[in-house]
């Protein structure tokens, strides 16, 4: 074992309070020691907590942009409940409805409208092919719905790579919900000369192109503005000294006490440490 303060070995059976070669107390001197190890430990951890809420700051409350994509991406999840078409079949002995919307499409996985509606395949294979491809587009609509969440729940890691990537999703979305719309249209076409089936049009490809239209522009607007979080140049550096110290380039005892201070933080400490002592001075003036 060595002192902590002089860091001469100290023999086994040395029992003695009071290191031999320097007088200090072995047992208060390793506890100071960890204690300052400790405080110099919670610096550097602060600065990754600092930085960590500067980027989460910045990408969902940082500015207006920001706000309103969390509002747009609300409005996403709400335009695909809207139905997109809606399609009615009725026979002698059975009828279907079929809505085609989150909700809808979800009764009719549940209740078997969509494979009473497929097996319409046999008389109208032109439409049933149709409804598969709404279908199809519905999903992939979703998926880059989808893409647009996850980039925006991951935007404090990088708000820029992340807004690059949910343009591409919004806009593969804008692609897809323009051809659903387009076939919405064709629909009547198809159905005219069945007399037992009916179409209704429905909104919700023209609400999911506008809502992915405002994704887009907002997250163009993130790039273009070049949107970047606020981060200390001294919490950066901070963290740099704990890669180091984990990488075994730098120990604890190496760093001083503070290990970095920006000239703000010093005039803090200062203040407080002022403070600190003008109330012991005035315990000791109350006791005397």
Do not use: W
């Amino acid at each position: 074992m060595k002192c902590p303060k002089c860091n001469k070995e100290i023999g086994r059976f040395e029992l003695a309070p009071n290191c031999k070669n320097c007088g200090v107390n072995i047992f208060y001197a390793r506890q100071e020691a960890l204690l300052t190890e400790d405080a110099k430990r919670c610096e550097l951890e602060y600065a990754t907590f600092h930085i960590l809420t500067a980027k989460l700051k910045n990408a969902f409350i940082g500015g207006k942009i920001q706000i309103m994509r969390i509002v747009a991406m609300v409005l996403a999840i709400g335009a695909i409940f809207v139905p997109f078409a809606t399609v009615e079949a009725n026979f002698s002995l059975f009828s279907a409805k079929l809505s085609f919307g989150a909700f809808g499409i979800y009764q009719a996985f549940t209740d078997g409208t969509l494979k009473a509606v497929f097996d319409l395949g046999s008389y109208t294979p032109t439409l049933t092919a149709s409804l598969l491809l709404l279908l199809g587009l519905i999903a992939l609509i979703f998926i880059c719905g989808l893409g647009v969440f996850v980039t925006l729940i991951l935007s404090f890691i990088n708000i820029q790579n992340t807004a690059k990537k949910a343009q591409i999703f919004s806009a593969a979305g804008m692609v897809f919900s323009t051809i659903a719309f387009a076939l919405s249209l064709v629909f009547p076409q198809l159905i005219s000369d069945i007399p037992f089936i009916y179409f209704e049009f429905g909104i919700g490809s023209v609400i999911c192109l506008a809502v992915l239209l405002f994704i887009f522009v907002l997250n163009r607007l993130i790039v273009a503005k070049n949107i970047q979080p606020e981060i200390k140049e001294i919490d950066l550096e901070r963290v740099k000294i704990k890669k180091q110290i984990k990488n075994g380039e730098i120990a604890y005892a190496d760093l001083p006490l503070p290990v970095l201070e920006s000239e703000e933080e010093r005039e803090k400490r200062l203040q407080e440490k002022e403070e600190k002592d003008k109330l012991v001075q005035s315990a000791k003036g109350e006791g005397k």
